[in-house]
């Protein structure tokens, strides 16, 4: 891994920890990670904001957009779900690729999936 990369990565890890950290968790509700590289930011997030609906009604309460400092073309987008299934189902849902490819996704969508646990 270059340099720039692991600067990207580090900036990436260190926003979703600031993230989660402030974040209560139900011992239903799952977290959704996606990682990615886009054609075109403002493309991007003009179709990511217009699905707002659709991602609500399948399951999505809150999320929060991260992009590297030194290119804005990788995004990585932390999502929290009512449910893991929701989530899980979401990720391989033909809507989701059709809505990536029509936002300028260039690069293979990477997804992670947790479980926070509260703490008290």
Do not use: C
């Not at 920890?17 to 990670?33: C, F, G, K, W, Y």
């Not at 009512?82 to 990536?100: F, H, K, Q």
Request: hydrophobic residues 50%.
């Amino acid at each position: 891994m270059s340099i720039p990369a692991l600067r990207d990565f580090a900036f990436v890890a260190s926003s979703l920890l600031a993230v989660l950290s402030n974040t209560p968790a139900s011992a239903q509700e799952a977290r959704m990670i996606v990682s990615h590289e886009v054609e075109d930011f403002e493309r991007w997030k003009q179709v990511f904001d217009q699905a707002l609906p659709i991602r609500r009604a399948a399951g999505e309460m809150t999320f929060a957009i991260l992009q590297s400092p030194t290119n804005e073309a990788l995004v990585t987008v932390w999502f929290e779900w009512d449910t893991m299934e929701r989530a899980r189902a979401w990720a391989s849902d033909p809507i989701l690729a059709n809505g990536m490819a029509a936002a300028g996704v260039i690069s293979e969508p990477v997804f992670s999936f947790s479980v926070i646990e509260p703490t008290y």
